[in-house]
C-alpha cells in the first residue's frame, strides 16, 4: 500500500509515520510513505503515489485530508480506470469519517492492523460543484468560521476547544444572511438564511442528536437550513447544537433528497468542505454518489455513510 502522509494534521510527531510504515508491516503488509511536504499539495503527491502498482490508497491525517485523497480516487475512477480501496490512518481533530467507519483513533498500531487486516467497505461521496466531500458541505456560518479558525489555530495550536471558540468569534462577526434559492430533487423554494448545511454523514448528524441519518442511510442528503433570527439568535442555535438541545422546526429546517442545487444572489462564495473552504460560482450543485468507491474498515451493524 501507499500511504499519504499530511504532517499538517492535528498530529504532528516527525517520527509518527515511519511508526506507521513498521506497524503496518509488522501486520503482514507492505507500506511505502509519500509526505506532503512544503511546494506540494495533497492531491499531487495522492497522484503520485497511484502511478504505482498498488493494492491501497491510504491517508493519514484529518477529515480534510481525507476528503482530499478521496477525491483523487473519485477523479481516476471518473476518468475510466480501476481504483484500490482507500485506508485511513485518523490523525486529525475531530476525525469524523473514522469514527463513522469504527476505524481505531489515537492508536497508529491499531489503525495499521486495520489496513493490513480489515475488509473492504462500501464509500458513498459527496460532491459540490465538482469537489468531493464525505461528511459536510456548507454556505454562510461555517465558512466563516473556518476562517476564524485558521487564525486561533496559529496562535494557540489545534484543539478542540479552539475550534469551539471559532465558532463563538465567527458569529459574533456574522454579516448579512444569505438569499438562496434552493432546489431538491427538482422542487425549489425560497429561503432568507446565515446558513445551509448539506450532511452526508450518519455518524456526525447523530452525534449532534439531529434527525436525518435514516434519510442518509437510505441514500439521501440532510440539508438544514436556519432560521434568520439575527447574530445573538445564531449563537444561541449554536450552543443549543454543542449541547444537543438543537431541534426541527425551532432551530433549523430539514430537507432531504439526493440532488442539491443553491443559488445565491453573490457569484462567488466560499464553501466549506469537510473542515476546508474554497471559493466556487453559483449556483452550487450538490450530488450523491451512492457506493461509489471502496474503504477498508471494519464490519460494522451499519452502513459507513
Not at 1 to 18: E, K, Q, T, W, Y
Not at 196 to 203: C, G, H, I, P
Request: aromatic letters at 6%.
Amino acid at each position: 500500500m501507499a500511504i499519504v502522509a499530511n504532517p499538517g494534521s492535528g498530529r504532528r510527531d516527525p517520527g509518527l509515520f515511519d511508526q506507521i510504515c513498521d506497524a503496518v508491516d509488522r501486520h503482514g503488509a507492505q507500506a511505502s510513505l509519500h509526505v506532503v511536504k512544503d511546494g506540494r499539495s495533497l492531491t499531487d503527491v495522492a497522484r503520485e503515489a497511484l502511478e504505482d502498482d498498488i493494492d491501497i490508497l491510504a491517508v493519514g491525517g484529518g477529515d480534510g485530508s481525507i476528503a482530499g485523497v478521496t477525491s483523487v480516487l473519485f477523479e481516476r475512477q471518473q476518468q475510466g480506470h480501476d481504483v484500490p480501496p482507500l485506508g485511513i490512518i485518523p490523525l486529525g481533530t475531530f476525525n469524523y469519517v473514522a469514527r463513522s467507519l469504527n476505524i481505531p483513533q489515537d492508536d497508529p498500531d491499531a489503525a495499521a492492523r486495520t489496513l493490513a487486516q480489515a475488509p473492504v467497505r462500501p464509500l458513498s461521496i459527496g460532491e459540490v460543484n465538482g469537489h468531493v466531500f464525505l461528511n459536510n458541505a456548507s454556505l454562510g456560518a461555517y465558512p466563516a468560521i473556518l476562517d476564524q479558525r485558521e487564525g486561533i489555530y496559529r496562535k494557540w495550536g489545534r484543539s478542540r476547544i479552539a475550534a469551539y471558540w471559532s465558532v463563538l468569534r465567527a458569529l459574533m462577526t456574522l454579516g448579512s444572511p444569505l438569499s438562496m434559492k434552493i432546489t431538491v430533487d427538482g422542487e425549489p423554494r425560497r429561503a432568507k438564511s446565515p446558513l445551509a448545511f448539506v450532511a452526508n454523514s450518519a455518524y456526525q448528524i447523530e452525534e449532534f442528536d439531529l434527525p436525518g441519518a435514516d434519510k442518509v442511510r437510505e441514500g439521501q442528503f440532510a440539508l438544514y437550513v436556519a432560521p434568520d433570527t439575527g447574530r445573538y439568535g445564531l449563537i444561541l442555535r449554536a450552543l443549543r447544537l454543542a449541547g444537543r438541545a438543537a431541534r426541527p422546526g425551532r432551530d433549523m429546517e430539514l430537507i432531504h433528497g439526493r440532488e442539491v442545487k443553491i443559488e445565491t444572489r453573490q457569484k462567488k462564495r466560499l464553501v466549506a468542505r469537510d473542515g476546508e473552504k474554497s471559493e466556487m460560482k453559483s449556483p452550487f450543485c450538490f450530488t450523491l454518489h451512492k457506493d461509489v468507491l471502496r474503504v477498508i474498515a471494519p464490519e460494522t451493524d451499519q452502513d459507513p455513510s
